[in-house]
DNA sequence: ACGGCCCTCGTGTCAGACAAGTTGACGAAG
DNA sequence: CTTCGTCAACTTGTCTGACACGAGGGCCGT
């Protein structure tokens, strides 16, 4: 988590590769919707101008996301949302790039609100001496930033956003559970568009945000597991403004009264 | 998550989800280690006794897994643990039987803590009057079966878990977002072990199950999305007291000092 | 109108072959 | 003896052609 080289080497994507990213989209755009049959493989063959074999290999990588079922004698289908593999990195990836995420973003930052309230909590309990001097190097970077320039350009930003990033991946290292922090790293590259988008609708973001960074050190410093769940909360709430009406507010006095006797069954 | 009937038509794996399924397992029980390199694709197909195309679309999959690279020339080779997709439910339902899940176990519990208190949190705020309804129903049968047998038996054991099992759904139902669902269902077969154990293991166990459910209820019911969580917590702990020592225990004051102030760097 | 048979289509599996990249060993040069 | 370059063997990636088997739809007879 707190170490974001790329990957070791890229070798370029094999054909099947290729011809799975393709068909990966055309799903999660829509093109071909979950219940019809997907072209036959003979026909993807002729479309991408491969050997059926590439094409089998292809439809199989669909297969273990979850995208498709396909059985012998019958043409394969694209399967019901509900069996997709939703944290499979591949799906996320096109999810993201083909801007098919609105539907789940809100569900997402949800999730990462609950991920990180929690993690801040164990990071409470857990965290050594060592973690605790790099957060704090993180915030102090975030406050020299804030105080030596006037005015966030988009450079600023960026590296504000690092520190950001750093920081809370510090947190989740803290809690010791490799599964907290692999589910963070799964959805971050959606959470990465978020938080800029948060920091440069507001003016006064990055204070605001060194703020809720400070509570969260503080809570975790003093080993106060409420006090941190809390304030990663709330942190997070803010975040993510940008449609926070559309979230929950339980911290303060939801206003979902009108939901809530309605969806009879 | 209501609704856990089996799957629609359960057709014979193909061979090369056969064979997968081998290869998963061998990897997953250490029999070919991180960076070790994998037989051969013509030595698979002499072992197992298929053609080439078969192994390809086996290896594939594990491709997809995340559990071995591939590239041309140079033997496919185990991945290193940092890179295996944790969530796919091909790798989780391997690690179950072969009972490699101990390593994992605890973080997954902790990860279920920390999503279901978030989703209590957040059924609060949504819940609808049906869904309040269905939730006293379970905790009705709860209680009905409390009353009327004297001594637990295996068979009243089931069904009191089926009961426990179909509240949580109903809890993450309630929640509207299907990513939390989601991730309870993958892990949701180990949970279920650790729920029958925790529940013979102690003779008071039923009663104290029910006494944590209905704290749950009252909190979602109210619309207290801080009491929902908070009993939520309390609930799971107990549902994980067989270890509950090793995790953390930040709502009780973390005996956690010793830890504190080790593991530099 | 209904039910059973057959034919067609599509996936599952096999065999053999070539292309392309990697690795390691061997040999030549310094 | 060390070092570097070349080559050969191995492995994965891709292609071709073919057959088996299950599913679905249309046709025909009742």
Redesign the pocket.
């Known amino acids: 988590m707190a170490n974001d080289e790329p990957a070791v080497t890229l070798?370029s994507p094999?054909?099947?590769?290729?011809i799975s990213d393709a068909l990966v989209r055309r799903i999660v755009r829509g093109e071909i919707q979950p219940g019809d049959?997907?072209?036959?493989?003979?026909?993807l063959?002729t479309q991408f101008?491969?050997?059926?074999?590439?094409v089998?290999?292809a439809?199989?990588e669909l297969t273990v996301i979850g995208l498709v079922e396909?059985?012998?004698?019958?043409?394969?289908r694209v399967a019901p949302e509900r069996d997709w593999n939703d944290f499979d990195p591949r799906l996320i990836a096109a999810r993201i790039d083909t801007g098919a995420f609105d539907t789940v973003l809100l569900e997402l930052l949800e999730l990462r609100r609950v991920i990180e309230s929690g993690a801040a909590g164990l990071a409470a309990g857990r965290r050594t001496s060592p973690e605790l001097a790099q957060m704090e190097a993180e915030i102090g970077a975030m406050e020299e930033m804030l105080a030596s320039v006037d005015s966030f350009e988009a450079d600023d930003i960026d590296h504000f956003t690092d520190a950001d990033i750093r920081f809370h991946g510090l947190v989740l290292d803290a809690t010791r559970n490799h599964l907290l922090i692999r589910l963070i790293e799964l959805i971050g590259p959606l959470l990465r568009v978020g938080r800029r988008m948060s920091l440069e609708r507001r003016p006064d973001g990055p204070a605001e945000s060194l703020h809720g960074h400070q509570a969260i050190l503080e809570a975790i410093r003093s080993g106060d597991a409420a006090a941190a769940r809390q304030s990663m909360r709330e942190h997070l709430s803010w975040t993510a403004n940008l449609r926070l009406d559309e979230l929950d507010d339980d911290d303060r006095g939801a206003p979902l009264a009108s939901r809530r006797e309605s969806t009879p069954g």
Do not use: F, I, N
């Open positions: 070798r094999t054909l099947s590769e290729r049959a997907m072209p036959s493989e003979e026909e063959a101008d491969v050997s059926r074999p590439v089998r290999e439809v199989k396909s059985r012998q004698g019958r043409s394969t």
